[in-house]
């Protein structure tokens, strides 16, 4: 159990561009998703938590126009980056709680290359 | 969130020798958990804690969660080639998103 997937695993994209990732739990719900964003050679930092039915809530410097979040459904949450330029180059990844103590699961991240 | 302190930043070892690191927090964590991270993919859970002075194991790997709640320690036996990615502290607050450590980088040389 417990398996998070995304999708695509990595895409280039031009500058001015938007594009979709989507992030699904395979085999439970998830009312939560998290998605966070990690560049080379750091830690994770949290964008933002989606939330299934409602809207999403964004960390402190995060834009939420320009990271569109979707939660549209318990099992599929989808980040949409609009208007995308070269800083926005990242590996975005996504996760959901599971289990008693709702522990984290991750997807294998998206490769976002802005070019 | 904030970010947590994780030490070493980088070890590189021989195999078959342990290894050890450790987290600290300003403030408390209801769970700590440990991932471990390989290239180009994503974070994998290898061990949760759930209550002050816990001790888990899993397999070679043995993490203890922290007294005052504020800290964990990650231990590796008998290190193998494969051990080799980054590892991350995380700590949460139920429910809620996790606050990550900066990684310990693990090369280990056959």
């Known amino acids: 159990g417990a398996v998070v997937s995304q999708h695509p695993s990595w895409v280039i994209c031009k500058s001015g561009t938007s594009v979709k990732i989507e992030c699904r739990s395979l085999?439970?719900?998830?009312?939560?998703m998290f998605w966070y964003r990690q560049f080379p050679k750091q830690s994770l930092m949290l964008m933002a938590t989606?939330?299934?039915?409602?809207?999403?809530?964004?960390e402190q410097g995060v834009e939420k126009d320009k990271f569109l979040i979707n939660h549209a459904s318990l099992t599929l949450s989808t980040l949409t980056v609009t208007s995308a330029h070269p800083e926005d180059s990242s590996f975005y990844i996504c996760?959901?709680?599971?289990?008693?103590?709702?522990?984290?699961?991750f997807g294998p991240g998206t490769r976002l290359t802005v070019t | 969130g904030q970010q947590l302190n994780q030490s070493p930043q980088s070890m590189f070892i021989q195999e078959g020798e342990d290894v050890s690191m450790n987290c600290t927090s300003s403030?408390?964590?209801?769970?700590w958990l440990w991932y471990k991270q390989e290239p180009g993919e994503g974070p994998v859970l290898l061990i949760a804690?759930?209550?002050?002075?816990e001790l888990t194991s899993n397999g070679r790997l043995t993490a203890q969660f922290g007294i005052t709640r504020k800290d964990s320690f990650l231990n590796i036996s008998a290190s193998i080639p494969s051990d080799v990615g980054i590892y991350f502290c995380?700590?949460?607050?139920?429910?809620?998103?996790?606050?990550f450590g900066k990684g310990t980088s693990l090369l280990v040389t056959p």
């Open positions: 995380a700590g949460q607050l139920a429910g809620y998103a996790l606050n």
């Open positions: 804690l759930y209550k002050a002075g």
């Open positions: 085999d439970f719900q998830a009312t939560t």
């Open positions: 403030s408390i964590f209801n769970t």
């Open positions: 989606s939330n299934e039915g409602s809207k999403a809530t964004y």
């Open positions: 996760s959901a709680p599971w289990g008693a103590l709702y522990e984290q699961y």
